[in-house]
């Protein structure tokens, strides 16, 4: 199984980015049943939830970036996407897609830095 997070970069306070998470090795069925989320570490903070969808029904976000922030997933395709908007620069972290499956198995993309400085 590997996760692999990409589109992290440098954007402007105000500014949007969408992050997405590819993932390999699960089958349709258990990735659709699983939890998927989207996590981040600021530097010299610990790692926190941002958002997580569960087997793609509901989704719940940290109060910090509710409104601002949406996750998505594509269970065809093994995906999940999470849509960045109006950023801070308190949002400046590395972001982490995490898999939960039923059974308590748990895997972790390696990060996609976020910066939003001006």
């Known amino acids: 199984v590997q996760l692999q997070a990409s589109g992290g970069g440098l954007v402007l306070p105000g500014g949007s980015l969408r992050l997405s998470c590819k993932t390999s090795?699960?089958?349709?069925?258990?990735?659709?049943?699983?939890?998927v989320g989207w996590y981040r570490q600021a530097p010299g903070k610990q790692r926190e939830l941002v958002a997580i969808n569960s087997a793609g029904s509901n989704s719940d976000y940290a109060e910090a970036v509710k409104g601002r922030f949406a996750i998505s997933r594509d269970n065809s395709r093994k995906t999940t996407n999470l849509q960045m908007n109006s950023l801070k620069p308190e949002d400046t972290a590395v972001y982490y897609c995490?898999?939960?499956?039923?059974?308590?198995?748990?895997?972790w993309g390696r990060g996609t830095l976020v910066t939003v400085s001006s």
């Open positions: 995490n898999v939960l499956l039923e059974d308590g198995q748990t895997w």
């Open positions: 090795g699960f089958i349709f069925s258990v990735f659709s049943a699983a939890d």
